[in-house]
């Protein structure tokens, strides 16, 4: 599925509620920083500092993909990524934080998803 080029995760997403869902999951992820970054590398919400992290090259893969230290899942999963979730942090490894992040990419994907089905639909009427 290609998105029109005005489609950007900045435009879909609203920032509140992209917010609550990371506040929800904050809990969970000890030892994780974890961030919602559009196509430009911005950070539109995240857990932990992101300023300093070099996320310019994330979208080079469809797949969740480890590239200096970051991991990366594409937003959403199938299609053309507007957006990813990114990770970082030494609980990666860790069963716990490592499923919650998993479960906060499957959160987010139908989270986004539903927001660029809600913008094609109001475009169109």
């Not at 000890?30 to 559009?38: C, I, K, R, S």
């Not at 969740?64 to 990666?92: D, H, N, W, Y």
């Not at 986004?112 to 475009?123: L, M, P, Y």
């Amino acid at each position: 599925m290609t998105h029109p080029p005005e489609t950007t995760l900045r435009r879909v997403v609203a920032r509140r509620e992209a917010t609550a869902i990371f506040d929800a999951f904050a809990p969970l992820l000890e030892g994780v920083d974890a961030a919602l970054v559009g196509i430009d590398a911005r950070v539109l919400v995240g857990l932990g500092e992101w300023e300093s992290v070099p996320l310019a090259d994330a979208f080079q893969s469809t797949d969740a993909a480890l590239r200096a230290g970051v991991q990366v899942f594409p937003l959403p999963a199938t299609g053309e990524p507007i957006g990813a979730l990114v990770a970082r942090g030494s609980a990666l490894s860790d069963p716990h934080p490592a499923g919650a992040l998993h479960a906060l990419h499957r959160a987010l994907d139908l989270f986004v998803g539903q927001a660029i089905e809600k913008r094609a639909i109001a475009q169109e009427t």
